[in-house]
């Protein structure tokens, strides 16, 4: 895979996925413009056919494969549901590995997409293991859940979008986990616009990739639970690509307290965006007051709606 993803891989994977993906829709927020200071959208990407912004870099790796016995992945939900989705569209089997941990209702979404839930282990390393195996034993391609030029230019077709609906945003504000949507998105931004401002939003709690810009190379940092599970996770002591993508284009980084995170979450819900935690974090950020719209307007990405119903109610009651 190349060190980097251009826009010419990006505006290639558009051209790929366009009629598999969908154009989600902007909205403005004048609660939140009027906190920020200038005009707020929202790009509202958990209305993906999964539920998620996984959908674009899953459909693009999986068009890229060659003839394969199959894909596979270790997932904890959201990737793991866009890839068995690609997979289904493609006619080719998936094998989605996860760990004794993950909760039922993600098995059953990944199953009912036609592929198969491989349980492995009590962790996502052994789960990855067996996807590994399968790649080396069983001619299946492997596709992680961000460190791939594939998947990386899948999500950038989000920031062209953005630009398209968007012509004169001054910022665009993106949950940051492994990197794969923060790269592919500000790598097609800033070429087309070099002066946007791309900013970073994770939680305080286990944030591996402000850990490790922090000290300036990938590391391992204990994950802890937070609202914004879909943030947590390592991005692999190997990281090749999205850890010198991050570094390079992301202008600020901004980490949320759990109680920070819980307030987007309500304040989105009364607006009737039922979304996930780390959906929420760009709320969450103007809400508190370290994320304004003084250069212009402000893009927020809600990237992803798969959340408990039931915890979503505990939060909306004020339950930790």
């Known amino acids: 895979m190349p060190d980097v993803v251009t826009l010419d891989d990006i505006m290639a994977a558009r051209d790929r996925i366009g009629d598999q993906v969908r154009i989600t829709p902007f909205q403005p927020s004048a609660s939140l413009s009027q906190i920020a200071g200038g005009p ?69 979404a990944i199953t009912e997409l036609g592929a198969e839930a491989r349980i492995i282990g009590d962790s996502q ?48 504000a993106i949950p940051l986990s492994g990197g794969g949507l923060l790269a592919g998105v500000a790598a097609a931004a800033k070429a087309l616009r070099p002066d946007i401002r791309i900013v970073g939003i994770s939680m305080e709690r ?9 000290v300036g190379h990938p590391i391992e940092i204990p994950e802890l639970p937070t609202l914004a599970d879909s943030l947590g996770g390592g991005i692999g002591l190997k990281n090749r690509l999205t850890f010198a993508m991050v570094r390079d284009l992301m202008d600020d980084l901004i980490l949320l307290t759990e ?23 760009g709320a969450g950020a103007v809400l508190s007051g370290r994320l304004r719209a003084d250069y212009g307007p ?21 339950t930790p």
Request: proline share 4%; hydrophobic share 45%.
């Open 298 to 318: 402000l893009v927020l990405i809600l990237s992803g709606e798969n959340i408990d119903p039931l915890r979503h109610a505990e939060i909306m009651k004020g």
């Open 125 to 172: 390393d052994e789960a990855f293991l067996e996807a590994i195996r399968l790649q080396r034993d069983e001619g299946f391609a492997l596709i992680p859940p961000f460190d791939h030029s594939d998947v990386i230019a899948g999500q950038g077709t989000l920031g062209l979008e953005i630009l398209d609906q968007i012509p004169d945003a001054a910022t665009i």
């Open 259 to 281: 109680d920070q995170i819980a307030d987007g979450l309500r304040h989105l819900a009364r607006d009737g965006h039922m979304i996930e935690g780390a959906a929420a974090v």
């Open 40 to 108: 707020v959208w929202l790009k509202c990407e958990y209305r993906q056919a999964t539920g998620a912004f996984k959908l674009r870099g899953a459909t693009n790796a999986v068009a890229r494969v060659g003839k394969v016995a199959g894909v596979t992945t270790a997932s904890t939900g959201n990737h793991g549901r866009a890839l068995a989705h690609a997979a289904r569209a493609k006619g080719i089997p998936a094998i989605i590995c996860m760990s004794r941990l993950v909760p039922q209702n993600k098995l059953d």
């Open 206 to 214: 286990g944030a591996a990739m402000a850990a490790s810009l922090d």
